[in-house]
């Protein structure tokens, strides 16, 4: 069965310092978000791409954070600096397009972020 | 934004129970997915419902929707239904940009 591949499983990273997440949806899917997730609670929505170009990004901390799908394939989440409050699981999902009725939504095994 | 919230919290089951698991949402929705969290982190999709009723082996859902309700049954469980379950909304503005907003999830753990 198809996966949304996500990269790398785990990191860690000193705060002030930089960190990058790589996606690659499931072959086929328009649609890709970002999520991210603090223990203890549901995801919540960072940025969601149709294609290359980006749909939503309300929730994404601009002023640290950046998200890209420059071939509207595989996508790269950026943060810089890294802060402390950033310790979370960042998940990938992704699915058909915005349109396609019936379309569930199909998550990565995302990367488990410690910032020290 | 809508509200979305779970209960019960948490859940403790003895393999072969059977239990059900309650999604309230605060406004009309036109999209409404079930996700099994495992505690590996990985999340799996179960149903796609904004409304009516689907089974899936020994797990089904039913939506009402004109009550801003969703149920997920788990008959006969077992130790790998262990985990956290999520409720995840999109509300219904008109159009779709499928922005689902997740509840804090069930936490449930079955003993063997």
């Known amino acids: 069965e198809a996966e949304v591949a996500q990269s790398p499983r785990y990191k860690i990273t000193e705060k002030s310092q930089a960190v990058a997440f790589w996606c690659d949806p499931i072959?086929?899917?328009?649609?890709l978000y970002w999520y991210r997730q603090i223990l203890g609670q549901g995801p919540e929505l960072l940025v969601q791409?149709?294609?290359?170009?980006?749909?939503?990004d309300s929730q994404l901390p601009k002023d640290r954070f950046s998200a890209e799908r420059l071939k509207g394939v595989d996508s790269t989440l950026k943060i810089q600096p890294a802060e402390l409050g950033d310790s979370a699981m960042y998940l990938c999902?992704?699915?058909?397009?915005?349109?396609?009725?019936?379309?569930?939504?199909?998550f990565g095994n995302g990367t488990r972020l410690t910032v020290t | 934004g809508i509200q979305v919230e779970q209960s019960p919290p948490d859940l403790i089951l003895q393999e072969g129970a059977n239990s059900t698991l309650r999604c309230n949402f605060s406004?009309?929705?036109?999209?409404l997915q079930w996700f099994h969290q495992n505690p590996w982190g990985q999340l799996i999709n179960l149903f796609y419902?904004?409304?009516g009723t689907k089974q899936n082996g020994r797990l089904s859902a039913t939506t009402v929707a004109t009550e801003r309700y969703s149920l997920l049954y788990i008959s006969s469980s077992q130790t790998t239904d262990s985990g956290v379950y999520f409720c995840?909304?999109?509300?219904?503005?008109?159009?779709?940009?499928?922005?689902?907003?997740f509840g804090k999830g069930t936490l449930l753990t079955v003993n063997p």
């Open positions: 419902i904004p409304s």
């Open positions: 072959s086929g899917h328009a649609t």
């Open positions: 999902a992704s699915s058909l397009a915005l349109d396609s009725p019936n379309s569930p939504l199909h």
């Open positions: 791409f149709q294609d290359e170009s980006v749909v939503d």
């Open positions: 406004d009309s929705v036109n999209n």
């Open positions: 995840a909304v999109e509300r219904d503005s008109g159009g779709s940009n499928y922005k689902l907003t």
